[in-house]
């Protein structure tokens, strides 16, 4: 069992993941760091998140550890962060998102450690999962609008809107089976947060109290 986390004793989180629930530091605590998404390919154990390791910076920069060995996704000039990371094959695919210059977050997927936006940048958007199936590329995550978020999928780049944006909206996690892609985030209602599954765009209703989150959804296939 791996776990991807951080801790923090000192002035700084540092990066971390567990194996069975010993921890090995992904970074030494000089500057902040954070661990997000793990995943393991044979014996090979990848970790995405932010490290702030680039002494010019202090913006975060986007981070895959590979067995415990650093690869910068960003360069630091403006603030990124890998939030999910996927391996199929010998290609290795991270979902986050890194402020350009207008300060907006732009969406983005990272194959091989080359970006594609999801997002045009004129309105913050970040992805925040990723799924593999085939030669297809799914992601979760949301846009800002004028009144709030809308919650979207991006199949190999093409968003498809989960919400029309009336009321704030995240997708947090993807998953897909066959023809069916299923996504679990929050949409608000009344100004609360109330937990979502959408199967192929239609939208179900998790959540039974004021409040509640859906942050993660696996789909089994026998």
């Known amino acids: 069992m791996y776990v991807a986390g951080y801790d923090r004793t000192g002035a700084y ?24 998404s793990v995943f393991v390919s044979g014996a090979d154990v990848y970790v995405a998140g932010t490290n702030y390791n680039i002494p010019s910076s202090s913006n975060g920069v986007a981070t895959v550890w590979k067995n415990g060995v650093a690869i910068n996704l960003t360069n630091g000039t403006y603030t990124a962060e890998a939030n999910s990371i996927i391996i199929m094959g010998q290609d290795v695919y991270v979902a986050g998102y890194e402020r350009n210059l207008a300060t907006n977050y732009v969406a983005k997927v990272w194959k091989n450690g080359v970006a594609t936006n999801l997002t045009d940048g004129i309105n ?10 085939g030669a297809d590329v799914y992601a979760a995550g949301f846009e800002e609008t ?15 809107n989960l919400t029309d944006g009336s009321t704030s909206a995240f997708a947090y996690s993807v998953s897909v089976s066959g023809q069916d892609v299923f996504s ?5 209602n009344g100004g609360n947060p109330i937990a979502k ?9 998790l959540g039974t109290g004021n409040i509640s989150d859906a942050t993660s959804v696996f789909v089994h296939t026998h």
């Open 13 to 36: 989180r540092i990066a971390k993941v567990w194996k069975n629930g010993v921890a090995t530091n992904l970074t030494d605590g000089s500057k902040d760091a954070v661990a997000n």
């Open 124 to 133: 913050s958007g970040k992805a925040r999962s990723v799924f593999v199936l």
């Open 146 to 160: 004028i009144l709030g978020s809308k919650a979207i999928i991006w199949k190999n780049g093409v968003a498809t």
């Open 184 to 188: 679990v985030g929050i949409e608000y």
């Open 197 to 205: 599954l959408w199967k192929n765009g239609v939208g179900i209703t």
